[in-house]
């Protein structure tokens, strides 16, 4: 029987997080998906994001979103998240990517896409090693995570799951316009290497 955590437990503790989901997927040229965060948690996280109700636009951004860090959340949920990337998700990734090292994490967020508020993203390149991104929720239409050079999207892939790939130069992505609903999403930037 599984436990049930309320939404303190859940983000300062990170309780619930991994529903034992594991395993590696390609869904296309050096893109991956991964299970990662339950649905139920996803959930939750949207209700913390939504609950400090600081989504606004980032002007100064070459590519701005209406985004709050989990560090803005709480500074423990980063934390927590930082080391679960690093212990559970990042070895998998070495299975296909060897010689790629876990540096932490630059940043991660959540992103709302929402009808006359942020409908799309253009095409882009993160600043990151390799970047991740997650449907926290179900119920839109559009706002997909789309590799026009790949001739892949995420629209297959369950809530919960990490897509990832490499970020700098071989994989320009863009979210596609949002036809109707609400999305969230978590964007994942995986550190750069320091030398």
Known sequence: MAEHYDDLQQILGYKGADDGRHGLTELGPEIFSVPFWSPAYCATMIRAAEAIGAFEEQPHDPVP???????????????????????????????????????????????KYEMGVQENLRMHHDVAQVSASLKLNEGYEGAMLDFPRQGVSNESTAVGDLVVFPSLVTHPHQATPLRSGVKYGLVVWFELPTF
């Open 65 to 111: 979103g209406h985004e709050i860090s989990l560090a803005v959340i709480s500074p423990k949920l980063f934390q927590a998240v930082e080391i679960d990337l690093g212990v559970r998700i990042w070895p998998q990734l070495q299975t296909v990517w060897p010689y790629v090292d876990y540096h932490g994490l630059r940043d991660v967020f959540i992103i």
